[in-house]
Every structure is written in C-alpha cells, then in structure tokens.
C-alpha cells in the first residue's frame, strides 16, 4: 500500500513496496524522521538506512557512524560495495568537499569509513584546528623548573615511581595543550594538581603576582 504523510509541511511517500513499519525498534522519532527526509529529498533506501542510523547513532553519544563495524544494538554492518554507493549519493559530500566549500553544502559526509552528519562533521574539524592550533603555539618555557623546584612541587619526594607523573609536569610549561591519560589509580588527578602549582609558579615569576585559575569539570 502507498503511504504519505505531512511532516513539516512535507510530504514523504515511500512507494508501494515500502512496509508499514520499516524501522528498527530502537529509533527514536526524530531517526525516523531523517529516514523519512531523505527518501523526500532523492535518497536512496540504502542512504536512508545509514543516515537513520547516524541519527541514531549521534543520540547515542557518537560523533559518526563507523559503517563496516556494528557499533550500535542491532545496526547491521555495510560492505565496501554500500559503502562505494553510498559515495556517489548528491546528498552526500566528501571531506575535501567540505573543506574547499566549493559545493552547495550537503546534509550527510563520508570520510572514509565514517559517515557524518555534517554538522558533527563540521564540529571535529573546528575542534581539530583548535588543538592543532595550541599545538603549534608551543615555545619553551619562560621558567623551567628547576630539579630543587619540582622536587617541592613534589613535596620533597623523587620516587621512581613517580618518575612519569614528574616528566608531565615538567612538559606542561610553555605550552597551550596538554593530554593526560591513564588509567584509575595512576595518579591523574594529583598530576594536574602539581602541573597548576608549576604553572602558577612560573607565572608568578614573570609577572610578580599569582594568576586567577578556571578549572572546568574537575575529577
């Protein structure tokens, strides 16, 4: 049975062959209606598919759907051929495209693997020049500790155990980004203590007074 419904002043007609319920149990209304938006706009079932599923997808907390892997409940996986298919969709742009702006923009980018919709697409390339950025605006330090200075900072101790906890803190001057890992237990949370002592140290060393510290989401 034909169907068409009005949505946003839209209609949607999925064709005679389409069922009553082609959607998966774990779709939310606002997936359905990206499957529904893309079958109005040229869309192929297959793109519909994928892009219902990077809705879902992004409400579970994702930037992107990885299309050869299941990495949602229930999402099936996409061959290399889709994938090709998918590529050559008018609605679906590449990275180059987005960065060169030379196209009218499209809803949906393939990057690889990895499908975007493209306002997430276009929020990890502004968050990846941002950290490129303050990468490259590292210098050396102004101050460098002193072994006497980050042994204070370390509260007098020089353990070997804390051997790499004192490498951090002593990289942490001069530059505008840092990354911390490890896992529970290792010390994380003391580090970024003793990297703000540092920090403050050398600043006060420069400008004669402490500096005001904002910390966002703390452990």
Do not use: C
């Not at 051929?81 to 196209?103: F, K, N, P, Y």
């Not at 306002?119 to 941002?130: D, F, I, K, T």
């Amino acid at each position: 049975v034909g169907m068409g419904t009005l949505i946003a002043g839209e209609r949607f007609n999925f064709g005679e062959s389409t069922p009553l319920n082609p959607f998966p149990d774990v779709w939310r209304q606002l997936d359905r209606a990206v499957w529904r938006w893309v079958q109005a706009h040229g869309g192929d079932a297959l793109l519909a598919e994928v892009a219902g599923w990077a809705s879902y997808a992004e409400g579970q907390g994702h930037s992107a759907l990885e299309l050869p892997q299941r990495v949602e409940a229930g999402a099936p996986g996409w061959s290399a051929e889709q994938i090709l298919r998918l590529a050559e969709s008018e609605l679906v742009a590449t990275h180059d495209d987005v960065v060169a702006g030379h196209l009218p923009p499209r809803p949906f980018v393939l990057d690889g693997d990895d499908f975007y919709l493209l306002r997430n697409y276009r929020g990890e390339l502004a968050v990846a020049r941002a950290l490129a950025h303050r990468r490259a605006a590292a210098g050396a330090p102004s101050l460098p500790l002193s072994d006497a200075e980050l042994r204070a900072v370390f509260s007098g101790s020089w353990s070997d155990a804390e051997a790499r906890q004192r490498d951090a803190v002593n990289q942490v001057l001069g530059r505008r980004l840092m990354v911390l890992t490890g896992g529970p237990g290792t010390g994380k949370t003391t580090t970024v203590l003793r990297m703000l002592l540092a920090l403050s140290q050398e600043y006060e060393g420069k400008n004669q007074r402490l500096p005001r510290e904002r910390i966002a989401a703390p452990t």
